[in-house]
């Protein structure tokens, strides 16, 4: 998590074009496993969703938010159950492509 917040503010500052390549590869590897569990959703009449490209970047990214929250429950988040809140939002986002 920590090597994509780094990879993500300043990618060429603090890897080598071949790290580079290696951690682009793993995202990609990231977002495919997404899709292709929504593309069996969809399959299995599931969910419904038109753009499942889309919804698995939005679920990545969804996700990687709420993996900063949990660096916020002692301070603006200290009265929130990081567990609760992060099962709470991915079971919302399921549900906005279940049937």
Do not use: D, T, Y
């Given at each position: 998590f920590n090597i994509i917040n780094y990879f993500l503010s300043?990618?060429?500052i603090f890897f080598?074009?071949?790290q580079k390549k290696m951690i682009d590869m793993s995202g990609n590897k990231?977002?495919?496993v997404i899709q292709e569990i929504?593309?069996?959703g969809i399959e299995q009449g599931f969910f419904l969703e038109e753009d499942p490209?889309?919804?698995s970047i939005m679920f990545w990214g969804t996700?990687?938010?709420l993996i900063h929250f949990?660096?916020?429950e002692h301070t603006t988040l200290q009265n929130e159950n990081h567990l609760l809140v992060f099962q709470y939002s991915v079971g919302k986002l399921i549900q906005s492509i279940t049937i």
């Open positions: 300043s990618p060429r080598q074009e071949e990231i977002l495919l929504v593309l069996e490209r889309k919804f996700i990687h938010g949990k660096k916020l």
